[in-house]
């Protein structure tokens, strides 16, 4: 294979990732391989799993990674069809030392792409960059190489299991959403006690039933319907890669990503006293005083699955998530994004707990806080514009956070400006106490984001 060259949009942040037939080819694919194989085989490494997620193009894409990895003279265990952390199970569990996930994620359908797996961590940001530079070189290792089927799925079923303490049997309603953790769903709740009902639990690349990605409250409705209807405890949903939760409590209202947490820490903290637990900068400040208050140290941190990894790592934390419901568990789990096992968590919290996830929701400290708005601003201007308000801010004296965007914090509550790392857009939150303090936020946001010539978003 001579040098390939990447459209430059795929090689992202913490994945690669495009539009299959136009900025993602089978010969992409086998590129991703040659050179990520490349770098494995520097490193002294022979061994790497490969999975792949549901979606109509994911096999013939495994394929050709594959055929890539193994022309380096790698052993490729092919795990087959499922989800992101059944991969991140096997790197985990499995003699391997390295995983490559083929995933478009929550994306359309017409999405594909790749997430890199290397001794245990994240293979991202500048070492996505220098696998494009080797491919585009074409310096590849070669060699012959070799495969091997093996499914993890029911290794990996078993250790979801072995990790539910309940007491109460829940009736509990399910949405996979036709993504790739359907098979694992359904394996899953035929292993667990209770009345379990299955929405969508069928794996289907076209998404029929809705689009999977339970962040966007239209594609929980299906899940809270029935909730509602069939008087479930609660529902749980799981986006098109198995790495993010959707939860809705007995009414089918949603619980967002920071309100999960709050249980969760809760639950956590009672084993590790004064522990670590992170969450990102976009969480509300209800899980900072919650965390506080049951005894563990609150962490803020740069949203984005590889730094919170990584932070994870540093700070010895049992536990960290994200508002967009990555939730990782480092205590008695591998600390990897993991929705099928934080599902089991869940339910064993709400199975031992005299109150219903309804009287939870309701016992939070009610504060008026957007959702996380997004809105177009060029590549080339996004950090800019951050930096600009944070100089302007850091000028007047204002209270900041900038480890990732800026949060501002004032007696009223907080505001959120970041950058997207995965794409053109800038995002906002804010977060009040009252209606007239969240005017006020959203007037000061929008004053910052004129000042920088930025076109106001709807807030
Ligand atoms: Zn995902």
Partial sequence: MKGHRFDPSVLREYDI????????????????????????????YKCV??????RLSSPEIADALGA??????????????????????????????????????????????????????????????????LAAAGDFEAGEGSFEDRSPQSD??????????????????WDAGNGAAAEVMVALTRGLPG???????????????????????ENLRQLSE???????????????????NGVVDGEGQILWGDQIM?????????????????????????????????????????????????????????????????????????????????AVRLLGIVSRSDQSLVEFRQSLTPVLNTPEIRFPCPED????????????????????IDIDGVRVCNDDGWWLLRASNTQDVLVVRCEARTEAGLARLKALVNEQLAASGVETPAL
Wanted: hydrophobic share 40%; glycine share 12%.
């Fill in 17 to 44: 990732r495009g539009v299959v037939g136009k900025t993602l080819s089978s010969d992409d694919a086998t590129a991703v391989g040659r050179a990520f194989g490349t770098i494995m085989r520097r490193s002294g």
């Fill in 49 to 54: 799993a490969v999975a792949y997620d549901g």
């Fill in 68 to 133: 890539g990895l193994s022309a380096c003279g790698l052993h490729v265990v092919r795990c087959g069809r499922g989800p992101t952390p059944m991969l991140y199970y096997a790197t985990q569990a499995e003699d391997v030392d390295a995983g490559v996930m083929v995933t478009g994620s929550h994306n359309p359908p017409d999405y594909n792409g790749f997430k890199l797996v290397l001794e245990g961590k994240p293979f991202f940001g500048e070492r996505i960059q220098q696998l494009g530079e």
């Fill in 156 to 173: 990996y079923v078993a250790r979801l299991i072995s990790d539910y303490e309940g007491e109460r049997p829940l009736s509990v309603a």
């Fill in 195 to 217: 009345k379990h009902l299955l929405l969508n639990e069928t794996i289907d690349g076209t998404f029929p039933a809705h689009h999977p990605d339970p962040t966007v409250a």
């Fill in 226 to 244: 029935a909730v509602v209807r069939e008087g479930c405890d609660l529902g749980i949903a799981f986006d098109g890669d198995g790495d993010r």
């Fill in 262 to 342: 709050v249980l969760f820490a809760r639950d956590v903290l009672q084993a590790h006293r004064g522990a670590p637990v992170i969450a990102d900068v976009k969480a509300s400040q209800v899980l900072s005083d919650e965390i506080a208050r049951a005894g563990g140290r609150p962490i803020m941190w740069r949203t984005g699955h590889a730094p919170i990894k990584a932070k994870m790592a540093a700070e010895a934390a049992p536990l960290a998530g994200e508002m967009s419901a990555h939730i990782f568990f480092a205590d008695r789990y591998y600390g990897y994004d993991d929705a099928l096992y934080a």
């Fill in 381 to 400: 201007r996004k950090f800019a514009v951050v930096e600009e308000v944070k100089n302007r801010l850091a000028e007047c004296g204002a209270e900041v």
